[in-house]
Nanobody
């Protein structure tokens, strides 16, 4: 069992930046897939960015050029750097990891973009 804990969310003005962190309770080296998802009020959860072993990162069109996903195996941590934030980026952001036949989710961190 792996626990994922997100942090780094908060209130930021439009145009600002945040870095989200997802800390895993165990090794992420074996996770062939990790991703960030978000869910805005009244909307379905959607993929923001993902990283798969041996492949280039994948980004939703809405965040391309503004977000960067990365992971640090030594720290068992997944990151999402978000720049040029827009009000429509407001959502709860969730970390996802897949290991073997299991899918793990964090509890989410709130990102609010507002002036």
């Amino acid at each position: 069992q792996v626990q994922l804990v997100e942090s780094g969310g908060g209130l930021v003005q439009p145009g600002g930046s945040l870095r989200l962190t997802c800390a895993a309770s165990g090794s992420i080296a074996g996770m062939y897939y990790m991703g960030w998802y978000r869910q805005a009020p009244g909307k379905q959860r959607e993929l923001v960015a993902s990283i798969t072993s041996g492949a280039s990162p994948n980004y939703a069109d809405s965040v391309k050029g503004r977000c960067t996903i990365s992971r640090d195996h030594a720290k068992n941590t997944l990151y999402l750097q978000m720049n040029s934030l827009k009000p429509e980026d407001t959502a709860v952001y969730y970390c996802n990891g897949r290991l073997g036949g299991y899918v793990y989710w964090g509890q989410g961190t709130q990102v609010t973009v507002s002036s």
